[in-house]
């Protein structure tokens, strides 16, 4: 199952109708990137690789997270200390009755997942991103 909160409404450099969104996407990464699903925790393949590479977003292929900055953070969910600078903006999150930091692709605004302070060093961050916003090539 997922949960959905609120889409952005901040327009984005990569622009697609719903309708393009939907034949470029499968059904969850359309769910997670374009209407702020969350995939259930273990679910996502990417939670387990370990090549050395870099992540991009699923929607658009804009480089996000680099394989160096991955980390096991014991949620289920891929999980960094790090982005690529410039290439992930954060917007705030109140769904559900709480306060988080939402992150998305900031090429095309499609919803990674959330940033908590609890991560490690060298940021203290704590990037949960779900594995269907993502796609993996390898170096």
Avoid at 105 to 116: D, E, K, N, P, R
Wanted: charged content about 25%.
């Amino acid at each position: 199952m997922f949960f959905k909160s609120k889409p952005a409404t901040t327009d984005f450099p990569i622009q697609r109708s719903e309708e393009e969104w939907r034949a470029a996407l499968d059904p969850m990464a359309f769910r997670v990137l374009r209407q702020h699903a969350t995939e259930r925790a273990g679910t996502s393949p990417l939670n387990a690789e370990k090549r050395e590479g870099v992540f991009h977003c699923a929607g658009c292929g804009t480089p996000l997270f680099e394989s160096d900055t991955k980390f096991e953070s014991g949620t289920g969910w891929p999980s960094f200390h790090s982005r690529i600078e410039g290439n992930v903006g954060e917007t705030e999150d109140n769904s559900f009755f709480m306060r988080r930091t939402e992150v998305h692709c900031a090429a095309c605004g499609g919803h990674l997942g959330h940033v908590f302070p609890d991560g490690p060093e060298p940021t203290g961050l704590r990037y949960c991103i779900n594995g269907a916003a993502l796609e993996f090539k390898p170096v």
